[in-house]
Nanobody, 122 residues
Framework: QVQLVESGGGLVQAGGSLRLSCTAS????????MGWFRQAPGKEREFVAT????????YYSGSVKGRFTISRDNVKNTVYLQMNSLKPEDTAVYYC???????????????WGQGTQVTVSS
């Protein structure tokens, strides 16, 4: 089992940047595929990005591709989401997730963090 704690959310103006972090404890971090998701008010939770266990492969949703970058540090047991050129429609609670699998995936993760709020003002 793994426990996930997100941090780094906050209020930023449109066009600005934020970096989210998610630190894991428990089982070996490098054995998990990691993902970031978000949920805006009144909307369903949606996939944002995922990264392979070793960090060499990533995949993004179309709405964030080219603006967001997912990365991980398996020594620090942390996955990051660098968010640039933020837009008001990026406003949401952002969640990290972990899954004990070998393949990148856009849903069905086993473990979730509590979320961190990101608000982008226009």
């Amino acid at each position: 089992q793994v426990q996930l704690v997100e941090s780094g959310g906050g209020l930023v103006q449109a066009g600005g940047s934020l970096r989210l972090s998610c630190t894991a404890s428990g089982r070996t971090f490098s054995s998990y595929v990691m993902g970031w998701f978000r949920q805006a008010p009144g909307k369903e939770r949606e996939f944002v990005a995922t990264i392979s266990r070793g960090g060499s492969t990533t995949y993004y949703s179309g709405s964030v591709k080219g603006r967001f970058t997912i990365s991980r540090d398996n020594v620090k047991n942390t996955v990051y989401l660098q968010m640039n050129s933020l837009k008001p429609e990026d406003t949401a609670v952002y969640y990290c997730a972990a899954d004990d699998t070998t393949a990148l995936k856009q849903g069905g993760y086993d473990y979730w963090g509590q979320g961190t709020q990101v608000t982008v003002s226009s």
